[in-house]
């Protein structure tokens, strides 16, 4: 059976939430809609930007930002043509903005890709706040997976990207990983609270609750 995209997985007075998976939904892609003047921000838009573009008008979403928790290649892929087409500000942290023209380092060259990102205009830092209207997302600085690993926190929303999945967490073998810096991060999680919805940039998405009990990389 064809699921319908995008997938809403969280709505509120203030705000929708859409996950549209991409790149034959390996990576999810999520579309952060605030209410007031429906402005939009992508986190991880890894590729099939003519699709993003599609959904973006069904959903009469105003596309601001694109945030990247990570700068490989299956998270950046559509950032070029977004921010071609809408004039985007690109956001990821500081230690992997590099990694948006670096076909070495964003892994492209593992994978596929022409392993062009676009360029970034936000530099961010742990504890950044992300306005979008009335919206504040907290960026808490995860690194382990890559040097500049970000997670997003909005309400009861966890975007984790390729820090914590559902059951697993993110390799630290490509270039940048660094497995002890990951279990720091993974610890810092395990301090948020447990009904955070956990969005990860892969695979379903989970509670950090769940992940608490069930995680066999998260348990003491
Ligand atoms: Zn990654
Ligand atoms: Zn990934």
């Known amino acids: ?43 991880d838009p890894g590729g099939d930007a003519e699709k993003l573009i599609k959904v973006l008008t069904e959903l009469n979403a105003q596309p601001e930002l694109i945030i990247n928790t990570h700068g490989h290649w299956d998270h950046i892929g559509a950032n070029k043509p977004l921010q071609q087409k809408y004039g985007l500000e690109i956001a990821i942290h500081e230690a992997d903005a590099s990694l948006l023209k670096d076909i070495g380092k964003n892994a492209a060259g593992f994978f596929r890709g022409d392993g062009d990102g676009g360029h970034a205009t936000r530099l961010l830092r742990e504890g950044d706040i992300i306005e979008l209207g009335a919206l504040e997302i907290a960026v808490l600085h995860t690194p382990g997976h890559t040097p500049g690993g970000i997670c997003l926190k909005l309400d009861k929303l966890l975007f984790s990207g390729d820090t914590l999945f559902n059951l697993s967490i993110g390799r630290t073998d490509l270039p940048g990983g660094d497995y002890e810096a990951l279990v720091n991060s993974l610890k810092r999680l395990t301090q948020l609270e447990d009904n955070l919805l956990l969005l990860p940039g892969h695979s379903k998405s989970s509670t950090l609750g769940y992940e608490k009990v069930h995680n066999p990389y998260l348990r003491p």
């Open 1 to 43: 059976m064809q699921i319908k995209t995008p997938i809403m997985i969280g709505k509120t007075a203030e705000y929708l939430c859409y996950l549209q998976p991409v790149l034959h939904g390996i990576t999810n892609c999520y579309i952060l809609i605030e209410r007031v003047n429906n402005k939009a921000v992508l986190i």
